[in-house]
């Protein structure tokens, strides 16, 4: 079945460094979305990719979706203490509304 | 406030003894859906539903059932848990432009343990 692979599974940063989290999907993806959980917390969405070549900025965050619509990747430039937490890609599968996750990359910066 | 609710967010049970985890929106959402988070394994889904009295099984629907009577409601039923559903569980909601669902609003999580 189609697979959303997310790396890496665990980054360790100092305050201050970039971060960079890739993701990539079997399949063409119709859209991309990408999610961060808090330690404890639950999912928040951050953003929806949908072009082919797409490039989304959110202040230190910089998202990409391939040409191909098969990869993703999210940057953050600078990376802060309340970067911590677990970021996700998800994308929809076999048919709408079957949506898979990536298993996350976490992150923890060393202030 | 647009939110999410699960209930309840914690539980202990013991082998075999059926639950309901209910979840509730109010956001007049077309799209929600379950998962199940575990360690290493990430946010798998387990069942979702487009619309009212529609549903479909996820990625890992064996051992759950789901009904969508209402609009805003979507409860997981485990009829006869085990301790592999041991998990945390996550419900969330979105709206669906097609042919597209759009962000998901997750609830706060149960915590569920099986004994």
């Known amino acids: 079945g189609q697979q959303v692979m997310q790396i890496p599974q665990y980054q360790h940063v100092q305050e201050g460094e970039d971060f960079t989290t890739y993701c990539n999907s079997s399949?063409?993806?119709?859209?991309i979305q990408w999610y961060k959980q808090r330690p404890g917390g639950h999912p928040v969405f951050l953003i929806q990719l949908v072009k082919s070549g797409e490039v989304k900025k959110q202040k230190r965050l910089t998202f990409q979706f391939g040409e191909a619509k098969k990869n993703s990747s999210l940057h953050i430039t600078a990376t802060q203490t309340t970067d911590v937490g677990t970021y996700f890609c998800a994308g929809e599968g076999r048919s709408q509304g079957n949506l898979i996750f990536g298993k996350g990359t976490k992150l923890s910066v060393k202030p | 406030e647009a939110q999410v609710t699960q209930n309840p967010r914690y539980l202990i049970t013991v082998t075999g003894k059926k639950l309901t985890v209910t979840c509730s929106q109010n956001m007049n959402h077309e799209y929600m859906s379950w998962y199940r988070q575990d360690p290493g394994l990430g946010l798998r889904q387990i069942y979702y539903?487009?619309?009212?009295?529609?549903?479909d099984k996820g990625d890992v629907p064996e051992g759950y059932k789901v009904s969508r009577k209402e609009k805003r409601n979507f409860p997981l039923i485990l009829e006869s848990p085990s301790p592999n559903q041991t998990s945390l569980y996550f419900c969330a909601s979105s709206l669906f432009r097609g042919p597209s669902i759009t962000e998901a609003f997750f609830g706060q999580g149960t915590r569920l343990t099986v004994v």
């Open positions: 539903s487009m619309n009212v009295e529609v549903t």
């Open positions: 399949t063409t993806l119709s859209n």
